[in-house]
């Protein structure tokens, strides 16, 4: 699994939430796979692979429907060393908006939006 990816899972209690792939090579990485291989943590809705073919080109004004960090990047619109891009605003409300709109909204990115409107 690609790190930053967000997958809905599901723990031993049952309990399901989105949870954001950790980088390779960390500690986090190694808990989550391990996790994972346990069944401790079960993925229930993985995105689907790349194939290698190009798919349409994505409109960079539209929300990106992939990991929390690919919807922050936008929103920011800029590197995290560097300020915000103009716009920015508006880009976390059209953000907002559109993770409402989801069937399981990620709520620390729902936070997280609502913290810069």
């Given at each position: 699994m690609r790190a930053?990816?967000?997958?809905r899972v599901r723990g031993a209690g049952g309990v399901e939430f989105d949870l954001d792939?950790?980088?390779d090579g960390t500690e986090a990485r190694r808990n989550f796979d391990a996790h994972v291989?346990?069944?401790?943590?079960?993925?229930?809705d993985a995105?689907?692979?790349?194939?290698?073919?190009a798919g349409p080109e994505r409109?960079?004004?539209?929300v990106p429907?992939?990991?929390?960090?690919?919807?922050t990047v936008w929103v920011r619109g800029a590197a995290d060393d560097?300020?915000?891009?103009?716009?920015w605003q508006d880009r976390a409300r059209l953000a907002y908006d559109a993770e409402q709109a989801r069937?399981?909204?990620?709520?620390?990115?729902?936070?997280l939006l609502e913290g810069l409107l």
């Open positions: 930053g990816v967000t997958l792939v950790p980088e291989a346990s069944g401790f943590l079960t993925v229930l995105p689907a692979t790349d194939t290698g073919a409109d960079p004004d539209a429907d992939g990991s929390v960090a690919d919807v560097e300020p915000p891009a103009d716009g069937p399981k909204p990620r709520t620390g990115l729902v936070r």
